[in-house]
């Protein structure tokens, strides 16, 4: 397995090698040593969760504010475009987004590091996200900003065909000056 860093601050792209045979395929997806060398602590993951997606479902931009959190997401079947955008106030790439194609043949994963919103969309019948998330969650501290952001400018790949009232209903990120104060998460 290898990882690479990002142009965004803590966020790490891991890629394992699939070994594929005629019955499919095996690979590791998480290697305590490897996310020692990559600077993570693979002891901190509290939880693990997965969503399922249908075509074209836009998972908004979330984020945790306070302290936030660091997940590792992967997505185990299928294809998403995957969104990270850093809203940590101290980062040089502040307000900065990339995107992956997370890939359940290939079972790349991101690190997303506490301050960044995260967001997906489904781009095949069915995709099955995982998420080790190093908090347990707390609601209390949920942000959600809108997928078609007109600052972001977000070129999501395919028209979106549902999402969450609560993602639909998301603001801008010009209208969550005071929440965005709220995100205490450093760089480094």
Not at 33 to 48: C, E, I, K, M, S
Request: charged content about 25%.
């Amino acid at each position: 397995m290898e990882h690479a860093p990002t142009a965004i601050p803590g966020l790490v792209e891991f890629r394992p090698t699939p070994i594929a045979d005629e019955r499919g395929f095996f690979c590791r997806t998480f290697d305590a040593d490897v996310a020692r060398t990559a600077g993570l602590d693979p002891d901190a993951f509290a939880q693990d969760s997965l969503s399922r997606s249908r075509l074209g479902v836009v998972r908004a931009l979330h984020l945790r504010v306070g302290q936030g959190e660091g997940k590792l997401v992967r997505c185990s079947h299928g294809r998403v475009f995957d969104v990270v955008v850093d809203l940590r106030p101290d980062s040089s790439a502040y307000r900065t987004w990339l995107s992956f194609e997370l890939d359940g043949d290939r079972q790349n994963s991101v690190f997303i590091p506490p301050g960044c919103a995260h967001g997906f969309q489904a781009l095949t019948t069915v995709a099955d996200t995982s998420y080790r998330i190093d908090r347990p969650h707390d609601p209390a501290e949920d942000l959600t900003i809108a997928w078609n952001d007109p600052e972001l400018a977000i070129p999501w790949p395919l028209p979106v065909s549902t999402m969450s009232e609560k993602d639909a209903a998301a603001s801008p990120l010009a209208g969550l000056t005071a929440e965005l104060a709220r995100v205490e998460a450093r760089v480094g």
